[in-house]
């Protein structure tokens, strides 16, 4: 065992040692950049200062340290390394597929990666605002408005043809559709498709570079597939972290999904008093018992499913980062 194997299994709990407080301690695995990703990163990180410098002078300090207290715990490191807690495979889909067929102009790619930055900010920024976590101020409205104008700027210079035009729009819409009151989710299948349309803006970027590369219609169906499947892992894991607090306030998530009836019971009582210990204590014994593992298996499914889908595609690299991330879980799988 290597001890980058060794420190992911410390990262994920098995579950005979779960417990709701190690919940917060999952993590995928690391996955490295090669030294032509890292100059990227390095430029993604810059786009959160370009930001707020779109913003009204009076309101640009102000907004560069609204974002340090509400979107980074009040690290101002934290802002300048922003996108360095995005799992690489958000962005660096873009470059591999840039890469891989060569012919895409490199502007064309800084375009692609703009619009992808501004994309994974406004997912954070508006579940923060719709949370209420954040306050709907002028500022933050404000900084909305700004990102999002720098993510349709960046989408119209990168679109060429009518096609590519209708794909923004297309999934623009259906972002909205999924994200603005969406629609009931009775099972864990009509959870998913909502998720897809909820990650749908982060879609575009990587489907422009992909038609720019030469990926015939076929093709770019498998990229968003495999971009989607990622997502889901990504939700997925997110699920298992916060399922205290959603079991709490009785939101049905992948997690709640994923139990047995019985376990689905528990989680609704657990919303009744979630101080109580003894509920408490039934919720940690239905998430190791049934839970866990079922989280950890949709997990594996959803990031091999996006490796196999890389690997058709000629996306080596690409496939290899997601299966870096699945290692915790395939060393665990119970």
């Avoid at 408005?145 to 119209?156: I, M, P, S």
């Avoid at 139990?259 to 239905?286: K, N, T, Y």
Wanted: hydrophobic content about 40%.
């Amino acid at each position: 065992m290597t001890l980058l194997e060794a420190t992911n299994r410390e990262r994920w709990p098995t579950p005979g040692r779960l417990t709701l407080s190690a919940l917060d301690s999952l993590t995928f695995g690391e996955v490295r950049l090669t030294a032509a990703h890292q100059p990227l990163r390095d430029w993604l990180n810059q786009r959160v200062p370009a930001f707020c410098d779109r913003m009204p002078a009076t309101l640009r300090d102000s907004a560069l340290l609204a974002i340090q207290a509400h979107l980074t715990r009040y690290r101002a490191c934290h802002v300048a390394a922003f996108y360095d807690k995005y799992y690489p495979p958000a962005w660096t889909v873009i470059p591999f597929l840039a890469d891989s067929r060569g012919g895409v102009d490199p502007s064309q790619v800084y375009n692609a990666l703009g619009a992808q930055a501004a994309a994974m900010f406004l997912h954070l920024l508006d579940d923060r605002l719709t949370d209420g976590d954040i306050p709907v101020d002028n500022l933050f409205l404000q900084l909305r408005t700004e990102v999002w104008y720098e993510f349709r700027d960046a989408l119209g210079r990168l679109a060429g043809s009518d096609e590519e035009k209708r794909t923004i729009e297309s999934l623009v819409n259906l972002y909205f559709s999924r994200i603005h009151r969406p629609p009931d989710c009775p099972d864990l299948s009509a959870y998913e498709e909502v998720f897809r349309g909820q990650s749908a803006t982060s879609l575009i970027a990587p489907l422009l570079i992909a038609a720019r590369a030469g990926y015939d219609t076929g093709q770019r169906r498998l990229v968003r597939s495999m971009y989607e499947e990622f997502c889901l892992a990504w939700r997925v894991l997110d699920d298992l972290r916060d399922a205290p607090a959603d079991a709490a306030e009785d939101q049905a998530t992948a997690v709640f999904h994923l139990l047995p009836p019985e376990g689905r019971e528990i989680w609704h009582d657990v919303s009744m008093d979630p101080a109580d210990g003894e509920r408490r204590d039934a919720l940690v014994g239905v998430l190791r018992s049934t839970a866990y593992p079922a989280a950890a298996h949709a997990i594996h499914t959803h990031l091999t499913t996006a490796a196999r889908a890389a690997d058709e595609l000629d996306l080596a690299g690409l496939g290899g980062q997601y299966r870096a991330l699945a290692l915790p879980v395939e060393e665990n799988m119970p």
